[in-house]
């Protein structure tokens, strides 16, 4: 019997690392880490590897178990030797995910726009897109534009989240022949839509990015749609469309909390659990600033910006919002509470979204997510 489980799929990701899957997760290696699993995958027995190991390495001969030793260090959370015990699977950022479309029929309705993302051509029409996008926010006058039922603006948006998922599947399956599923979940409090497409890890850096962006791209393609209409018939209602479409897709790309452009981010800078690592970047330059800029690190350095940035936009937010929007703040959980009966009792043409809808709710996701991290934190320590 094989000294290690075979489910494991290794690709390259950039010189040095490469990315291993197993057991539905996913873990990045060193070339050193992949030449001990190909010394494994090809033993019998522990004797044979602990030989072929202190050939390769061309190390000072260990013994069978001190190889063992070392090779149960290396592999503790990695789920690949036959005797490991089985992985907990990670908590996600978003729970209580209720799966809508499996990721065969995910894939099939994907392959339709699987042509939108040919690489040339994809660079080409976002640079328009999102330039049209930037137009459409400094050109458009919200006030001057009157007022229309809520159901007329959600019904056509609500779409669009849908082909912003569609976007990551199709461009997922494009570059790996693999995509997960599209499913519904709650982050912090909010309902939201979530396509998995783990297996993009496997590709290159460039068609990472591409699926990063898949989704603003589809929603790019809505609000050229929106503003065509608008130019067509004159009809306000698409001018608006094409600008909450535009602002939403803007709002993806900045680069906080969990965004599109946080995973962005992530894999231009090559950085895995970028949010974590940057705090751990400020707590150490916090405890000990001389030693932190001794190091001087390129990454580091990287980490901590994006920390402090962080930081400093959730601070200016909260004190902006506060300071001038405090009225609507305080009104958010009573308008949201009446948005839902109306719903529930179909009084669709009542729902009337109340004024700085968006920051509230950003506002809301920054409150409960310090309340959260604050308690989990009080709780350990007990």
């Not at 479409?245 to 090559?270: E, M």
């Not at 994006?306 to 937010?317: H, T």
């Not at 004024?355 to 996701?365: A, Q, V």
């Amino acid at each position: 019997m094989a000294i290690i489980k075979n489910n494991y799929i290794i690709s390259q990701q950039q010189t040095g690392n490469w990315i291993l899957e197993i057991s539905g997760k996913y873990f990045t290696i060193n070339s050193e880490t992949k030449e001990l699993i190909n010394i494994l995958s090809a033993a019998i027995t522990y004797k044979e590897a602990t030989e072929t190991f202190n050939l390769i390495f061309k190390n000072e001969d260990i013994t069978e178990n001190e190889f063992i030793y070392l090779i149960e260090e290396i592999f503790l959370e990695i789920p690949i030797l036959r005797n490991s015990e089985k992985v907990k699977k990670s908590k996600s950022f978003i729970r209580f995910q209720k799966e809508l479309l499996t990721p065969d029929k995910a894939g099939r309705i994907a392959e339709y726009i699987s042509f939108l993302f040919q690489k040339r051509s994809f660079w080409i029409t976002f640079t328009c897109l999102s330039s049209l996008a930037v137009f459409l926010l400094f050109s458009t006058s919200l006030s001057s534009i009157e007022n229309f039922s809520s159901i007329w603006i959600f019904l056509p948006y609500g779409l669009t989240i849908f082909l912003h998922e569609i976007g990551h599947i199709s461009a997922c399956k494009r570059f790996t022949g693999k995509n997960g599923e599209i499913g519904l979940g709650i982050y912090i409090i909010f309902p939201v839509l979530y396509s998995n497409i783990s297996a993009i890890w496997h590709s290159h850096k460039e068609e990472r990015i591409i699926t990063n962006l898949a989704g603003v791209y589809m929603q790019f393609w809505c609000m050229l749609f929106f503003y065509i209409l608008y130019l067509l018939s004159q009809d306000a209602l698409f001018l608006l469309l094409s600008y909450f479409t535009a602002f939403y897709c803007v709002l993806q790309i900045f680069p906080f909390i969990r965004s599109d452009g946080y995973w962005l981010l992530s894999d231009i800078s090559s950085t895995s659990n970028l949010l974590e690592k940057s705090g751990i970047e400020i707590k150490s330059f916090i405890k000990k600033p001389i030693e932190w800029i001794k190091k001087q690190h390129k990454k580091k350095i990287f980490l901590l910006c994006y920390g402090l940035f962080n930081i400093i936009i959730i601070m200016l937010f909260i004190i902006t919002q506060v300071l001038f929007s405090w009225k609507q703040i305080i009104y958010f959980p009573v308008a949201t509470i009446n948005i839902i009966w109306q719903i529930s009792t179909f009084q669709f043409t009542k729902i009337s979204i109340p004024d700085h809808s968006i920051t509230s709710i950003i506002f809301y996701i920054i409150l409960l997510n310090s309340i959260s991290s604050f308690i989990k934190k009080y709780l350990e320590s007990v």
